[in-house]
């Protein structure tokens, strides 16, 4: 029987593969790709190094601080968390890390955005597949990560580099990792390292929060952007951001994964008209939608 954490990503495959509507451009090509979940011969080295990354972060006596940013941040108020603890609780699991692999070697984007590193598990995933696009002659494709704990951000940092990615901010590097805050760095950074093809909002999992980050990122997508937004099942904060989303005769061309939510953009929506939008649902989403309790560990 597969781990549960796979059971909602096989429904959503299933549901891609009993003919839902398909992602239209690249978008398409990824998801495709993703839904296969299988590795090329080329491609078992990368994702092996990854899993022995994860052994041992499972097995780890260490621990590292972390900061609460509430829904989606590495836990509770606690400055130090045993590093097996977030691992279990916060960091993308193999199942979604191969989904998100397989995205990026149908895509093959150059400019990949994430939000929320935590230790650098999804991160390693979408790296491993820039790597293996560009050694197959696509160009060169680059991550930025965005992490509030800056002692995360740095254990991610080793773990990316360990794995053999060029961490930092020349644009030779395959990675840069972005501390702070993301009310404070994405703006900067998007303005900054845009537009980007794929991005992956795996932090700060509420609605409002989610709807806002999204009305900042819009003009530095590429056209036919992929956004990934984690944690839409029925029933979890963000859910009101992507039904807010996917509502509507104007609403992106989307599809839901079991766990993620994946939108294309449309560069076609008069922007203003969309950030607009994106406000008002922001403001329907927080009155509607109290902030969970408690982490959204999401392995
Ligand atoms: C669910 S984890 C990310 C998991 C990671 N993407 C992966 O694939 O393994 C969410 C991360 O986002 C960070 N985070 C949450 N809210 C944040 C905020 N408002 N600003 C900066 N970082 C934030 C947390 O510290 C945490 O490490």
């Known amino acids: 029987m597969p781990h549960l954490s796979v059971l909602p990503l096989r429904a959503g495959l299933a549901a891609l593969r009993l003919g839902q509507p398909a992602l239209p451009g690249a978008a398409g090509d990824g998801l495709r790709r993703a839904a296969s979940l299988r590795l090329r011969p080329a491609e078992r080295p990368a994702e ?16 590292v601080e972390v900061v609460d940013y509430g829904a989606g941040s590495a836990g509770s108020n606690a400055p130090e968390r045993a590093v097996a603890e977030v691992y279990r609780r916060a960091a993308t699991g193999p199942a979604w890390g191969r989904f998100l692999f397989g995205l990026v070697r149908g895509m093959k984007p ?10 650098g598990l999804g991160a390693a995933h979408l790296a491993a597949a820039l790597a293996l696009n560009e050694a197959e002659g696509a160009p060169h494709g680059r991550l930025v990560t965005l992490e509030g704990a800056p002692k995360l951000a740095a254990l991610a940092a080793g773990h990316l580099a360990r794995l053999g990615h060029g961490v930092g901010d020349d644009d030779a590097c395959r990675v840069q990792v972005v ?6 760095t994405l703006g900067p950074t998007a303005a900054a390292e845009g537009p980007f093809d794929l991005v992956f909002v795996d932090g700060h999992h509420e609605a409002a929060a989610a709807l806002a980050y999204l009305a900042t990122l819009r003009p530095h997508l590429a056209d036919g952007a992929l956004v990934v937004l984690d944690d839409v099942e029925p029933g979890r904060d963000v859910r ?7 509502a509507g005769p104007g609403a992106p061309p989307s599809f839901y994964a079991g766990k993620y939510g994946l939108l294309v953009h449309r560069p076609d929506a008069p922007a203003e008209a969309a950030d607009s939008d994106l406000r008002g649902a922001a403001t329907a989403a927080a009155r509607e939608t109290p902030p969970l309790p408690t982490s959204a560990g999401d392995a």
């Open 48 to 63: 092996a190094a990854i899993d022995a990354l994860r052994g041992r972060l499972r097995r780890s006596p260490d621990a």
């Open 110 to 119: 150059t400019g990949v955005l994430e939000l929320g590193t935590n230790l």
């Open 179 to 184: 501390v702070g805050p993301f009310a404070e």
């Open 240 to 246: 009101a951001a992507w039904d807010a989303l996917t």
